[in-house]
Structure formats: structure tokens, C-alpha cells
């Protein structure tokens, strides 16, 4: 039968005894290290594990020590404080660095993402963030896709993708991350973007792109956020490819042209809420023609 004494602890953090029951088990000075070891694990936030398996460990550890000490010798409550403590926060460390939330967006819509520090992203169509439970403790997310970040005030807000990432205190900026096309536009405040090893600081008004080895900077002074929030798609000399791919995301078809067009750039915009008129909007002012069959394949020559 198990001793009493070891049970204690992990019935008391399982709320399956009151401190006054701890009280009558325990010396005062051991359920103030108790409690002390409680109000650090409350501040990592860490959500409710399985006392009963997770003490499993902890008693293995305790007997383990236990069998190493002489019978008559006094047994120290700290090295076993020092395993409970140790185990639980590598329980709640585990949590913050692998579980997480992820939030993707569906084809042909947008959706705003309220973080826990107030932060908000809007995704663009069919792009995709995952940030961990305690964000407001660790700024990090990962995203797949295109949005738009107004960041409150604090610690280092850092934003990940495959390209490269971007890290600020509190601005606002526009992040589009697909394929082998990067490009952050800084609309508030100032980020510093890192792709490949090179660092980039933007200010307001300050974008940049890298794609097929090569980087472009530029001035945006025409707007203060996004125009695809209000459902437009908007370009400054972009690769005719990286606009047929947006216009893919947008409207879930494919677009098929002749590989000598990708050495047009376009700077215009299309509406991202007719597919006719958009295809107007991009074929007109380049001299293009389209063919829609409405079966998902759009010819463009």
C-alpha cells in the first residue's frame, strides 16, 4: 500500500484534497513551498494535465531516491518539490511549443483572427496561420499565404513562413508568402524582414518582394492597408504569374497561358468578387484575350 505522504502533493495539485486537509499532512514551511510551487505553474497557464499519470513518473523518481537513503535518515521535501516542479513545467513547456491553434481560410473569402494579445490578422483566401495556446507569452506564428497584421504593442511579434520571416513591436503590415514569391508591405511603424540571410528594415510606406533570385523595394503611397480586405486585388510590376496564381486562390480555377507571358508585369488590380470582370480587368490593359469554359480552366492568349 502507498504511503501516505506520497500522494499528497499530486492529490492536492488534482484539487482531490483542501489546503486545510495539505495542512494537517505537511509542516508549515513544506506547504508554503507547496504553495509557491502552485502560483509558478498558474502563471505558465498551463491546462489541467492527468495528475494521475503524470505522478506515475514523479513517484518512480521519488522511490528511486528513496531507496538511496539509509531508513533512519531524515527525508528532505525539496528534491521531491524539485521533481514535481520540474516534470510538471516541462508538461506545460510541451503545451506551449507543440500544442497549438491553426486557422485557415476558405477559397474566395477573407476571415479576421483576434490574437490574445489583442493583435488582429485578417487572411486572405486559402492561406493559413498557427500560433501556440500561450501566444501572448510567445509572439510567434507561422504563416502560409497572404494577411494583413495590425500588431498591438509589446514583446517582439514575429511572423514565420517558408520564405522568410518578419519580426516588429507594433505596426501594420502586409505579409504574401506563396510558392517562390515573397513580399511584405510596411503600412505603420517599421518590420524587419529576413529572406535567405538578407535583412531588410521597412518603414511606412516601404515594401519589398523577393522571387527568382531577385529582390525589388518600393514606395506604396497610395493606400494604408490592403486593398484585397474590401475584396480588390491590387499590383505594382508583378510578374504576370504571381497575379494568374492570385487569380487561382481567388476564384479556385486554373489559369492557362503560353509560357512567353511571364515576362509581362502588371500593375493594376481586379475585383475579387466577379470572375468576368476580373478577368477583364487583367487582359484588357495588356492586350489580352480569355477563354472560360465555367469548368474551372481558364485560356488566356
Known amino acids: 500500500m502507498k504511503n501516505k505522504n506520497d500522494l499528497y502533493l499530486s492529490d492536492w495539485l488534482a484539487n482531490k484534497i483542501t489546503d486545510e486537509d495539505l495542512k494537517k499532512i505537511v509542516s508549515e514551511a513544506d506547504f508554503i513551498a507547496y504553495k509557491k510551487l502552485r502560483s509558478m505553474l498558474e502563471?505558465?497557464?498551463?491546462?489541467?494535465?492527468?495528475?494521475?499519470?503524470?505522478?506515475?513518473?514523479?513517484?518512480?523518481?521519488?522511490?528511486?531516491?528513496?531507496n538511496k537513503i539509509e531508513d533512519k535518515k531524515p527525508i528532505s521535501i525539496w528534491p521531491f518539490v524539485a521533481i514535481a516542479a520540474s516534470l510538471l513545467l516541462f508538461f506545460g513547456t510541451f503545451q506551449l511549443i507543440y500544442n497549438s491553434n491553426t486557422i485557415l481560410c476558405e477559397s474566395g473569402k477573407t476571415k479576421i483572427i483576434v490574437l490574445s494579445d489583442n493583435s488582429q490578422v485578417t487572411l486572405n483566401t486559402k492561406s493559413k496561420i498557427s500560433y501556440p495556446n500561450l501566444f501572448k507569452?510567445?509572439?510567434?506564428?507561422?504563416?502560409?499565404?497572404?494577411?494583413?497584421?495590425?500588431?498591438?504593442?509589446?514583446?517582439?511579434?514575429?511572423?514565420?513562413?517558408?520564405?522568410?520571416?518578419?519580426?516588429?513591436?507594433?505596426?501594420?503590415?502586409?505579409v504574401n508568402s506563396t510558392k517562390n514569391y515573397f513580399e511584405v508591405i510596411c503600412y505603420k511603424g517599421s518590420v524587419r524582414v529576413e529572406h535567405e540571410g538578407i535583412i531588410t528594415i521597412l518603414?511606412?510606406?516601404?515594401?519589398?518582394?523577393?522571387?527568382?533570385?531577385?529582390?525589388e523595394n518600393w514606395k506604396n503611397t497610395t493606400i494604408t492597408s490592403p486593398m484585397w480586405i474590401n475584396?480588390?486585388?491590387?499590383?505594382?510590376?508583378?510578374?504576370i504569374k504571381y497575379v494568374f496564381e492570385n487569380f487561382e486562390r481567388q476564384y479556385n480555377v486554373t489559369i492557362k497561358y503560353p509560357k512567353e507571358m511571364d515576362r509581362i508585369k502588371f500593375t493594376g488590380s481586379f475585383t475579387n468578387n466577379n470572375i468576368e470582370t476580373a478577368l477583364k480587368s487583367i487582359c484588357i490593359p495588356l492586350n489580352l484575350k480569355f477563354n472560360n469554359n465555367n469548368k474551372g480552366v481558364i485560356l488566356i492568349y
Open 231 to 239: 475584396g480588390e486585388s491590387n499590383f505594382k510590376k508583378t510578374p
Open 43 to 66: 502563471q505558465y497557464e498551463v491546462k489541467s494535465p492527468n495528475m494521475e499519470q503524470n505522478f506515475k513518473s514523479i513517484h518512480e523518481k521519488i522511490n528511486l531516491r528513496k
Open 137 to 174: 507569452y510567445n509572439r510567434t506564428l507561422n504563416l502560409e499565404g497572404e494577411a494583413f497584421f495590425e500588431v498591438e504593442k509589446g514583446s517582439t511579434f514575429t511572423v514565420k513562413t517558408p520564405l522568410g520571416s518578419i519580426k516588429v513591436l507594433g505596426t501594420k503590415f502586409n
Open 203 to 215: 518603414k511606412a510606406n516601404d515594401a519589398v518582394r523577393f522571387y527568382e533570385k531577385k529582390q
